[in-house]
């Protein structure tokens, strides 16, 4: 349970919730378009070779289709190339059949324009997409004006693709001056799921450790409470030499309940790491040797630790994974920890500005410490980063 | 449980969850509440544009100035009912909204009526659209879609009425549809956005609980080390040292009963206290004890009939990270927050705490878990006094049957 998108896939979602909103946009301007030609020909307000402008919107609908299925930069150059066309047709035969629509500063004129500005640039972050709308803008502006020009029309500006086109940017920049301002509610958030399944668990582990209780020393102390005084019963002795025996000379409960007093792990930057990085909406999942950490000496188990921070934040940062696993291994003489998430990965030989914390904050902590880094990775199919440091001489 | 409490939890716990971005990611849609003023602004200033661009076609220009106003109106009752301090925004005020807009329409277009020259350039539709492109992130896809429909034919309507005094001679449905398009595909793309934002925020929901399964495990270690830590302080303090003595000695006096009874009580009546504090308890403990607070003594949590079960994990969620919030001021009093619960039939909680933190800093830490509240179907409100804070959520009066 959690509420709300965390911060790191509130940036993708987004993109693609703004992306969807402008092909559904796009998609009722070029039937609204389709619409009003029909009307206006069916009305007899336009000759009848006004149908075929209709019919050349087509092709841009299907492109829409065919992009809102999955937005690729080829998809979206054909889009704006066959709408640039599509719209040069569309105005030419529209005024070739309407006499009474003497320029361009028409709502049935801009609604291919609003089309190709909307759906250009959405989907691929805010500067990006307003270059991507300032270029659908600018072709199918030129498409209309080669059409009313070869139409024997007056080219006007019209206010309403220039709104369109200025609400679009308005929206992309307001997308990029805000994203990521939920994350420290979010965190407080999601630290409480987590701490609200520990109270349960607690409570629940807390009846069976009573229940213990009750049937141990509780009981061993009614039974000294109300025998008579004189020699300890032999029995009874027995049963209060078992109880000290189960609860361990320093006076803890049953074997198999771990204090965890001399664990490394809960103290560790690495289990801080972990949490902050779960604090953020990341779902990090710990598996195998983990006690594997109390062989390493306290500057390797630091290192270690500020080294998979750095990869959990690479995997906020960069992957767009939701998930991550931290895994544990060990042979004699070293210990392993992987970090390994699902998302976009990267080519490892091209790593960019943006792996700067991989190799200073990852390879130079864990070389230091004496250790070794593996790094695998390819596009989309995720990135596994394996560090390998020597066990403490003494352990 | 009584049966009170029972009808209590099935009650809200039944309510309906609609599927907006204001229910599903109420954090997200604070985040972007700025989005409403601002569109609500550029409409505002279209309007006054075309106002003056129309001022020759204008029939009667005080009706064009109290469209304006209603235009206005509209605009600040949206921004001030999307507030994130006031969620969640209702079907009502859905409504309200639309409709004041709709009026201010309406009253342009018989401000210019009869000599309006084209529909394109009138604002009425386009300060309808902006408002409509913001309501899917509060209201239900095709509710506003459905309140769409009837503006663009209202709308549409009053254009196609319009057609007799238009400079275009054109069949009067093609300026139907002028008006309504910007109607249409404004509010389709609000729809595609919340639509797009809310599948999104149900799959990583799912992910999230599958990740929350698997991390059981690592979280029943991190509470059996919990428990058995208090179970040997407690054991430690004296049952221990005195059964081991008693082992040695191998003999019992007078004064060994006594103390073991007394040792069994207090041992038994920690153990029953430690069993019966409720989630509520503990969370305001665990809260506590990561600023280093000793959580024993006084009860901070006063919940006499358990009414804390009825919060859903949405609730206990944020309500979980509020008390760690407040908890972790470092203006606090430690020993002086605390939560008492009251009314059975709708459970009101008040959280009470001292600090010396500056009102500005208290309001924007606990407003967005305020809001997060409301949009979970409570009500929350919250009191900033010079030496402390009250801190009020409560589920809603239910209606007599």
Known sequence: MSLGLPS??????????????????????????????????VGGTTGPTSWISTLVLLPMMALLVLLSRGRTVALTVAYLLVGAVCTFFYIYLLFESTPEYRDTNLLVVALPVVAMTLVGGTGTGSLVGVLWATLGFALAEAA????????????????????????????????????????????????????????????????????????????????????????????????IESDLLRLGAAGLPPD????????????????????????????????GEREALGRLSADARRAVGLAVRQCLVNVLRHSGSATAEVAFSCGDASVSVMVVDGGRGFAVGSASSDRL??????????????????????EDVGTTVIMTLPVEEAA | MSKVMSETIVHYRSLPVERTPQRLDPLGVQSAWLLVPLLGAVAVAYAVFSTVVHRDQLRDPALAGW????????????????????????????????????????????????RNERIQDDWGQIAVALLLTAMPLYRPVAEVLTVAG?????????????????????HPLVFATVAATPVLALACGGAGYAWTMTGETLRWREVARAGQLRLDGELRQVAARMVAQERATALN????????????????????????????????????????????????????????????????????DRLEEVLSDEQRAIVGALIATVAAFPGLVPG????????????????????????????????????????????????????????????PERRAP
């Open chain 2, 237 to 304: 303090a004296e049952a221990v040292p005195f059964l081991t003595a008693l082992a040695a000695r191998g003999v019992i006096t007078d004064e060994d009963r006594v103390q073991a009874r007394r040792i069994a009580e207090t041992l038994r009546a920690a153990a029953v206290e430690a069993v019966r504090r409720s989630w509520l308890a503990e969370t305001v403990a665990l809260a506590l004890s990561r600023r280093g607070v000793d959580v024993g003594g006084a009860p901070r949590v006063d919940d006499p």
């Open chain 1, 144 to 239: 209309v004006f080669l059409g009313a020009t070869a139409a024997g029309r007056v080219f006007r500006p019209d206010a309403i693709s220039l709104s369109a086109y200025l609400l679009l940017v308005g929206v992309l920049a307001f997308d990029g001056l805000t994203r990521g301002s939920r994350s420290r509610t979010q965190g407080a958030i999601h630290r409480a799921v987590r701490d609200a399944r520990l109270v349960d668990l607690r409570r629940e582990l807390l009846a069976e450790s009573t229940a213990d209780l009750h049937d141990t020393v509780l009981s061993e102390l009614v039974a000294v409470a109300t025998v008579e005084p004189g020699e300890l019963p032999a029995r009874l002795r027995q049963r």
């Open chain 1, 357 to 378: 914390g991989l190799r200073q904050s990852v390879h130079e902590r864990i070389s230091k410490a004496g250790g070794t880094v593996t790094v695998y990775s390819a």
């Open chain 2, 67 to 114: 469209a304006l106003a209603v235009l206005v109106v509209a605009v600040v009752v949206a921004a001030v009912r999307t507030h994130p301090g006031l969620p969640p925004v209702g079907l009502w005020s859905h409504l309200a909204i639309i409709g004041v807009a709709l009026a201010a329409a309406c009253l342009f277009a018989a401000a210019v009526w009869g």
């Open chain 1, 256 to 287: 198999d309940v771990p204090t965890g007093d001399d664990d490394p792990w809960y103290e560790s930057e690495l289990r801080r790491a972990i949490e902050d990085a779960r604090d953020e909406g990341l779902a990090v999942d710990v598996s």
């Open chain 2, 336 to 395: 002086s927050l605390s939560v008492s619960v009251t009314r059975p039939g709708s459970p009101v909680f008040v959280l009470t705490a001292r600090t010396n933190e500056p009102r500005r800093a208290l309001r924007s830490e606990l407003v967005p878990f305020l809001s997060a509240l409301q949009s979970v179907s409570m009500v929350a409100s919250m009191r900033v006094r010079a030496d402390g804070l009250t801190v009020r959520f409560a589920y």
């Open chain 1, 8 to 41: 790191h896939l509130s940036r993708a979602a987004n993109s693609r919730a703004l992306a969807t909103a402008a092909r559904w946009a796009a998609l009722v301007c070029l039937v609204m378009a389709a619409v009003n030609v029909a009307v206006s020909t």
């Open chain 2, 150 to 170: 009837v503006a663009a034919v209202v709308l549409g309507g009053l254009a196609s009425a319009q057609s007799p005094s238009l400079q275009i001679a054109n």
